[in-house]
Structures are given as C-alpha cells and as structure tokens.
C-alpha cells in the first residue's frame, strides 16, 4: 500500500477531493514555500491552540507548521513510498525575519493576524519574482537534495508535478477563451502570470538537475485549462477534470493506485 505524502498545492491534494476518498496514509504540507521548509524556525513563536477567526483548523496548522518548521519531521515520521512535489505555492512572496528566518508570506499568514505577534517582527520582504528570491529558493533545493540523501526519505519514489498556470479557460460545450480577468495572489494583490510560468519552468529545471532521480507527471497541453466551474472557484491552476485524470494516471503508473480525480 502507498504512503502518499505531497509538499506542494491544491493541485496534487484535489486528486481526492472527497476527504473519505483520500488514502488512509496521506501527508499533505502546503502553504510552505521549499526555502522556508528548510529553514530555521520563527524564533519565539509559540504555538496557539485555536485557528484566528477567518481560518479552518486546516489552514491554521498549516501556517503553524511553516512558523515553527514542523513540515519536514512529519515527512521523515511518514516514511513516504512516493513524495511527490508541486510549485503552484510558490507563488508567495517570502519574509526574512531579523533572525535570518525565512517564512511564507501566504494569504493565511496574512489574513490570521500572525504578523502582528512580536515574533514576526520587522520581517523583510522578499518579492517571489525577485533574483533574492531566485537565489534562495537554488540553494534550497541544494538542501533538499542532501537532506533526501542523509534520510529515510531517499527511499521514497520521487515525483515532480510539473505544472503551469492556465492562460485559457474552458467554456460549454468544449472549446476554450483566454483566461477571464487579472490573476491575483489573493484579493488586491495581482501576479504576472507570464512571469511566473517563467519561474516554475525556471524551479522545474533545477529541481530536476539537482534531483535527477524524480519522475515527472504533468497533463496535455490541451487540459491545463482553467474551470470557472471548480469548486474553488475560477483562477489559472484551478483546472478541468481532465487535467487531474491525467494526472491521476500518470501517478498511477508509478504505483500510487489510490488516485482518484472523479468529482474534482
């Protein structure tokens, strides 16, 4: 039996989209960009026992988890058969605090009031698009790699999803228009798409010289569309049932059996 564990996106995760549906040995960490994965923990910062107002348990313990870098004992206690990575949450800016700690600057982490407790103090921003950003996110995966080599988790299967953000969207009927509106990060802050389908190919291509021994599984070009219908609402990698059909399949083939995209 597979033991599932993704450090990546909605993306991955939305192949069971029933949480009945999900295999019973499934890790899932997000909203953690891979430099901040790595990284020394937020010094000072306790953690708390209930999510702010506004947030799931889910999102909070997820933002919890990249403050106090939790994401990569959970990886080693899992001892994963496949490990599969994806970039779409590297769409977030990251912060430097004073300590020299990185952090992911996502919607949660902004919107849950955390940056207002004393331990996020005075953090530096470091723009995703950025070179700073570019150059941390290399030696990050520097990181990965010995930290893969060094523990149980070289045993796991390694898998990239390789993704893009979606330029077109579908329509009835089964064609395809350009993507509707201004792709945003979250509300008020708008991102370049171009940009950074740039950078994921950028991120892509490193992690794999690094990483050589990944397999790869991505859609056809035909199904990275856009579905105003999903049930998270229309943006470029909210995809059409038949992306996750093509990934399931191909996830399929390297032996995680249990990847379902009915109902996405």
Known sequence: MARIAIVGSCIT?????????????????????????LSSPAPGYRAQPNPPEGLTRYQHMAVEADLMKTGLAQLIAHRPTHLIFDFIDERFDLLRLPSGALVTHSFELETGGYLQQPALAAPQAIPRLSAAASQV????????????????????????????????????????????????????????????????????????????????????????????????????????????????????????????????
């Open 13 to 37: 995760r939305d192949l069971w989209p029933l949480r009945e549906a999900a295999p019973r040995d499934l890790l899932y960490v997000s909203r953690s960009s891979l430099p901040s994965l």
């Open 137 to 264: 996110w290399r030696q990050a995966v520097v990181d990965l790699a010995e930290l893969l080599r060094m523990t149980v988790l070289r045993e796991a299967t390694l898998i990239l999803h390789s993704a893009q953000w979606a330029e077109r969207q579908a329509v009835p009927g089964g064609g395809s228009i350009p993507l509707q509106g201004h792709p945003h990060i979250w509300d008020g802050r708008p991102a370049d798409l171009a940009g950074h389908n740039r950078m994921l190919a950028q991120y892509e291509a490193h992690f794999l010289a690094s990483l050589p021994q990944a397999q790869v599984v991505r859609a056809r070009p035909e199904h990275r569309l856009a579905d105003p219908d999903h049930r998270w609402g229309l943006s470029p990698f909210h995809y059409v049932p038949a992306y996750y059909q093509d990934i399931s399949l191909a996830l399929a083939a390297l032996g995680v059996e249990e990847a379902v995209a009915s109902g996405v």
